[in-house]
């Protein structure tokens, strides 16, 4: 049996509010560069990157794997190319609408086979003549080549030669219940000189010749022969699905690695530098992560970020601070780069280390959510609780303003609750916030745990667009006031 | 030993259309049968039965046929005589090599489901004089030399039958037919040579036949192997000389009239795995009524059925409903008289309890269905209608009467009322009254039962009917006042 597994994605299940995280970490900007046009890719790519698990050992087995490919680049594009291309052939040309027809599906599903025989020929040169040494690749062209010889492939090319048998049919059947015709099998032919020597031999033979007046009667003939290759259909149709079955999966597998290449190549022309995470439970570090989302938009490079944090089973990263202050930027930065930590890919930073592959949870405040309104709260609860349904130890939540459509006394019990219950539980918040009375509480009771960042305000009042660590001052109120009320009521007299 | 209908004695039909409609009965067997067409149960569900005896004579059968195992014995056993019937009725225009084999079938699966049934339910625990004296019946069919004889000869010619194995050809126009003598399968060797690759989503092609399987050419083919094994065709043959005639009369009908019962308990299972109730009803000889968790079948159905209760000693029989609009008051009388009438039927009812006195007529008056062509105005043929009822009624009558005397004023409508329920206790008859005028449910000799509000929203029904006296404020009152038009409110904003 051909085994091969380059993702190891099972069980293939999404984390539960893989939508949100989606939209809040603007996964489509990445996977459109890693893609450029490539459907098939953009689909891995989100499965991978929004997967619901994720084990270290998983993650090291892919980021072997990128490297891999980074490497053998020309192989691994030659062969995404010849799966893709095979599977589009054999789906553009064969035609199985109906599955009702078992002539029809004969025909066409042992034309698909040729097809595809071909293709595998091809495959099986480049894995030939490729030396991968990740054990990914490695496994899956050492059970290309043990499984698909020569043997096989003109084995199934003279098969599909007897299917194109033209008019003649050779079965055996019994007699079942009512006298009717059952258990119908379908032979090889016998070959020709045989059946003389039987009729020289004078065995035994009845002949019906239909009246060449009898429609009904050749309706019926078509009919039986269709009965008898019923059977044959379904596994001529099973033996095409399984093998176009087998170049959908290795394009599919392939895709994530072509999508790792593409991205490898923007990062390079974008002079941004990239790094292979490590996992270490105690820290959580990075040196110059760039915002990868927003390199992608504004085509800039733009102000990477720094953090030095020990962990002790979990952390907080709490943000707060003047707007437009890079907090957002750092926020989703930080999320993506997670994610595609994870995923075993290379993220955009010099240095990268994380305590956990967990996954990666959002919470973003939604516009319509900026109003006060038991109505809303409830929503944004509900929305929270749906959530932490799914969250594990070890996973990331990544809050930006969660719980401000209520007013902020009563939010930041709220917020206090929901963000001690989750790092007590060994999960880790990332967290924007301008609730006071949260800050306040917070930060001293965890401060092992928790670091306050802010945006760095050089002291000629300059925004330099990083974050660096803060203490909690009073003060935002006014800040808050605006954000919540808008820009017209300032509190300014005209 | 005759056959004995498992159905018993069959009752009366029902003289009046009118109580069907009124009672939706129609609408309920459409619902109890769904698509069985067979006339014979249809008409059953419009004959009352005339004698207690006969009513229990089917309770009787269906607290056997409430034991799970032999409602499937029998469901089982009933399934395969159909079967063999059917058989033996395609074989009428089959051809003669299929007739054979249709023969054949409807005796191996006439024989397989008499023994088998006749061993499962002796097996098991059956009281009624209906099923235990069907399987005397049985007993002696199965012990008959006949039967022996034609299951004997059954077996040698199937397994004649199950010998023949035939190599066939189809090259243009032509059959070719020879024995077997091995040959390799070509789709295992396809399946093992493609086995490497991983199974994806297994589809299966399906043939469907354009042709009968039963063809000249089938035909044909047959008599193909049939020449080449001789001594196979001539057994098959035998059987169907020596026993051309397979079903039991007897047996024939038991299979048709069970069906009664197995589609009513087949319906009852359904509302049941909804959490509906249905028991089998006893009948009171002191006059009381005791029925618990009586509930609306048609409204079961769709999940909606809130189950109410009636009680009486005996003593008072009337039951005047009154209470909100659109509180349940109508369904709670109709599914009483729904509950009389499958009694009266022998068949279990929608109830988790129901001990009532076995009526002989049920009578309704329901508001007459408007027909310009009428002569009469309505009040007149509600006067009509009640009185006609009057002149039948006695102390086994049961009356439904819903919003009698409603088209005229309520003083007037009030004193009909009183008057017809006085004529009603006088003839000891019962009756359940719906009406919204509240004053005749003060009437010293009747029970009042009033429909409720909901307890969460007071402007809400609850569908629950209890006794007690009628509100003293009404529903309309209230819903006003919550938008401030009571009077005190109103007169305070009107300056």
Redesign the interface.
């Known amino acids: 049996m051909i085994e091969f597994d380059l993702l190891k994605l099972e069980p293939r299940e999404k984390i539960a509010t893989a939508e949100d995280v989606r939209l809040d970490l603007e996964l489509d900007k990445i996977i459109g560069v890693a893609a450029s046009n490539d459907k098939l890719i953009a689909e891995t790519w989100l499965e991978v990157l929004l997967s619901k698990e994720c084990p270290k050992d998983v993650t090291e087995y892919r980021q072997e794997a990128v490297r891999d490919a980074l490497k053998n680049r020309g192989s691994v594009l030659r062969m995404y190319q010849i799966a893709r291309e095979g599977y589009e052939k054999a789906y553009r040309e064969v035609f199985l609408y109906r599955l009702d027809d078992p002539k029809f599906v004969v025909n066409e599903a042992s034309s698909g086979v040729s097809i595809l025989v071909d293709y595998l020929e091809k495959l099986l040169e480049v894995v030939s003549n490729t030396s991968f040494t990740s054990i990914a690749f490695r496994s899956l062209a050492d059970s290309l080549i043990s499984n698909v010889d020569k043997n096989f492939i003109d084995k199934a090319r003279e098969i599909n030669s007897i299917l194109g048998f033209g008019s003649s049919v050779d079965f055996s059947v019994e007699i079942g219940v009512l006298n009717s015709l059952v258990n119908p099998v379908l032979l090889l032919p016998r070959n020709e000189g045989s059946i003389v020597s039987r009729l020289l031999s004078g065995e035994k033979k009845y002949t019906y010749r239909l009246d060449p007046r009898d429609e009904a009667g050749a309706r019926i003939l078509e009919d039986l022969r269709n009965w008898v290759l019923a059977g044959v259909a379904t596994t001529v149709l099973n033996a095409f699905d399984k093998l176009l079955g087998f170049f959908r999966e290795l394009a599919r597998q392939l895709s994530f690695y072509v999508g790792a290449i593409n991205l490898s190549d923007f990062l390079e022309k974008a002079g941004i530098p990239k790094t292979y995470p490590e996992i270490n439970p105690r820290k959580l570090y990075f040196e110059n992560l760039y915002p990868l989302s927003l390199a992608i938009s504004s085509g800039r490079k733009p102000v990477p970020n720094s953090l030095d944090l020990d962990v002790d089973g979990s952390f907080a990263v709490i943000v707060t601070g003047v707007n437009k202050g890079g907090k957002t930027t750092f926020l989703k930065s930080l999320g993506q780069a997670l994610l595609l930590a994870r995923a075993g890919l290379f993220v955009p930073a010099e240095r990268f280390v994380i305590p956990s592959t967990g996954a990666v949870y959002t919470h973003f405040l939604r516009e319509e959510e900026r109003t006060f309104s038991y109505g809303k709260f409830e929503e944004e609860v509900k929305r929270f609780r749906t959530m932490v349904e799914a969250i594990k130890r070890g996973d990331y939540v990544l809050m930006d303003e969660s719980f401000v459509s209520t007013n902020h006394v009563e939010a930041s019990v709220v917020a206090e609750n929901v963000v001690s219950a989750l790092l007590d539980s060994g999960v880790n918040v990332i967290y924007i916030t301008f609730l006071q009375d949260f800050l306040h509480r917070f930060i001293p009771k965890y401060s092992g745990k928790a670091v306050l960042l802010v945006p760095e305000r050089l002291s000629d009042g300059t925004r330099t667009y990083k974050l660096v660590k803060g203490s909690i001052q009073p003060g935002y109120a006014l800040e808050v006031w605006r954000k919540i009320a808008g820009e017209n009521m300032n509190g300014e007299t005209a | 030993m005759s056959y004995r209908s498992i159905l018993g004695s069959r009752g009366r039909r029902v003289g009046e259309d009118q109580v069907l409609y009124d009672l939706r009965i129609r609408e309920l067997a459409s619902e109890i049968l769904g698509r069985e067409r067979d006339e014979l149960l249809w008409n059953l569900f419009q004959e009352p039965l005339d004698s207690v005896d006969a009513a229990v004579y089917r309770l009787d059968v269906f607290r056997d046929l409430m034991n799970e195992s032999v409602y499937t014995a029998v469901e089982r056993f009933v399934e395969k005589v159909r079967l063999a019937l059917d ?1 033996l009725e ?1 074989e009428k225009d089959a051809f003669e ?2 007739k ?3 023969h ?2 409807a005796a191996l699966t006439y024989i397989e489901a008499l023994e088998k049934f006749y061993d499962e339910m002796t097996s098991l625990e059956v009281r009624s004089q209906g099923l235990r004296g069907f399987m005397g019946y049985i007993g002696e069919i199965i012990r008959g030399t006949r039967f022996k004889a034609m299951k004997e000869r059954a077996l040698e010619a199937k397994n004649a ?2 010998k ?17 003598d091995g ?5 295992k ?3 093992k ?19 009968s ?6 035909a ?6 049939f ?2 094994f001789r001594d196979e065709y001539e057994t098959l043959k035998r059987f169907r000389e020596e026993f051309p005639k397979i079903l039991d009369e007897g047996v024939v009908a038991f299979a048709r009239e069970v069906r009664f019962y197995l589609l009513y308990l087949k319906f009852m299972k359904s509302l049941m795995k909804r959490g509906y109730a249905f028991t089998i009803p006893r009948f009171t000889l002191d006059g009381r009524i005791d029925v618990r968790g009586f509930y609306n079948i048609l409204l079961a159905e769709k999940g909606v059925a809130i189950p109410n209760d009636i009680s009486t000693d005996g003593s008072k029989r009337i039951f005047v409903v009154t209470g909100m609009n659109s509180g349940g008051k109508t369904t709670f009388a109709t599914s009483f008289g729904q509950v009389v009438y499958l009694a009266k039927l022998g068949l279990p009812v929608p109830a988790e309890r129901a001990e009532i006195p076995f009526f002989s007529t049920i009578a309704t008056a329901y508001p007459a269905r408007e027909d310009p062509r009428e002569s009469l105005s309505r009040l007149e043929q509600d006067i009509v209608r009640a009185v006609d009822i009057l002149r039948r009624a006695d102390g086994s009558t049961l009356i439904i009467a819903n919003e009698l005397f409603s088209t005229t004023t309520s003083d007037e409508g009030y004193v009909l009322s009183k008057i017809f329920l006085e004529e009603v206790r006088k003839r000891g008859s019962y009756c359940v009254f719906v009406t919204f005028i509240p004053q005749v449910a003060s009437l010293g000799f009747v029970i009042s039962m009033v429909a409720q509000p909901s307890r969460e929203d007071p402007t809400k029904p609850s569908y629950k009917i209890l006794p007690g006296p009628p509100p003293s404020e009404y529903m309309a009152v209230r819903i006003a006042s919550k938008y401030g038009l009571s009077y005190k409110e109103l007169k305070a904003m009107v300056k």
Do not use: N, Q
């Open positions: 058989y395609m090599p299929h054979l084999g249709l054949l079938d039958r199950d023949i194995r035939i190599r066939v050809r189809i090259v243009g126009d032509k059959v070719h037919v020879w024995r077997f040959g390799e399968d070509l789709g060797i396809i399946e040579l493609f086995a490497r690759f991983r199974e994806g989503e297994v589809k299966k092609v399906r043939y469907i036949p354009t042709t399987g039963f063809s000249h050419i089938h044909a083919i047959l008599e193909g192997a020449k080449l």
